[in-house]
T-cell receptor
Framework: GENVEQHPSTLSVQEGDSAVIKCTYSDSASNYFPWYKQELGKRPQLIID?????GEKKDQRIAVTLNKTAKHFSLHITETQPEDSAVYFC????????????FGKGTKLSVKP | KAGVTQTPRYLIKTRGQQVTLSCSPI?????VSWYQQTPGQGLQFLFE???????NKGNFPGRFSGRQFSNSRSEMNVSTLELGDSALYLC?????????????FGPGTRLTVL
């Protein structure tokens, strides 16, 4: 089945620095790559997503890059703020399906003021 | 629009019992997916329903089942509960699209099995 590997599992940065989280996947049929942010005790919330027909997408301080050939995609957060502290999950849609997301194990990001 | 809602929010059961969880998707969303979240295994896909039919299924035993009603509301059932079933159960709804589409998560049901 599909395997999504996410690194690092924990990441600590100073406020204002950049943070990068990387994920690799194995299913070449996957065509949708979302990133979710989950704060403690809350539901996962989509922060950015990318589809296989583009290589990069940016939304203010957040960007995602996709390399379909190498089967990896990354989340970039610039000018980090303490409120960015949370667990971030990458995901891929298994087999290109609509509702079946396979998640990475998560990255706990801590932004120190 | 109201978000995805789940009931109950918390549940305590004992081993061997069964439990039913409910999920109401965002109005107009026809796809509902269920996930189990635990500290050790992370977020794992259980199944997805669309138009009252199970469209995808994850790698969980047959004790885990679900269904979807004509109004898109969905329920999942776990029979013969085991201690390892203690988890946060999340449902997510999405519009139907040819490719993957954004899934909106509910607040989850925290199940504790004693």
């Amino acid at each position: 089945g599909e395997n999504v590997e996410q690194h690092p599992s924990t990441l600590s940065v100073q406020e204002g620095d950049s943070a990068v989280i990387k994920c690799t996947y194995s299913d070449s049929a996957s065509n949708y790559f979302p990133w979710y942010k989950q704060e403690l005790g809350k539901r996962p919330q989509l922060i950015i997503d990318i589809r296989s027909n583009v290589g990069e997408k940016k939304d203010q301080r957040i960007a995602v890059t996709l390399n379909k050939t190498a089967k990896h995609f990354s989340l970039h957060i610039t000018e980090t703020q303490p409120e960015d502290s949370a667990v971030y999950f990458c995901a891929v849609n298994y087999g290109g399906s609509q509702g079946n997301l396979i998640f990475g194990k998560g990255t706990k990001l801590s932004v120190k003021p | 629009k109201a978000g995805v809602t789940q009931t109950p929010r918390y549940l305590i059961k004992t081993r061997g019992q069964q439990v039913t969880l409910s999920c109401s998707p965002i109005s107009g969303h026809r796809s509902v997916s269920w996930y189990q979240q635990t500290p050790g295994q992370g977020l794992q896909f259980l199944f997805e329903y669309f138009s009252e039919t199970q469209r995808n299924k994850g790698n969980f035993p047959g004790r885990f089942s679900g269904r979807q009603f004509s109004n898109s509301r969905s329920e999942m059932n776990v029979s013969t509960l085991e201690l390892g079933d203690s988890a946060l159960y999340l449902c997510a709804s999405s519009l139907v699209a040819r490719y993957g589409n954004e899934q909106f998560f509910g607040p989850g049901t925290r199940l504790t099995v004693l």
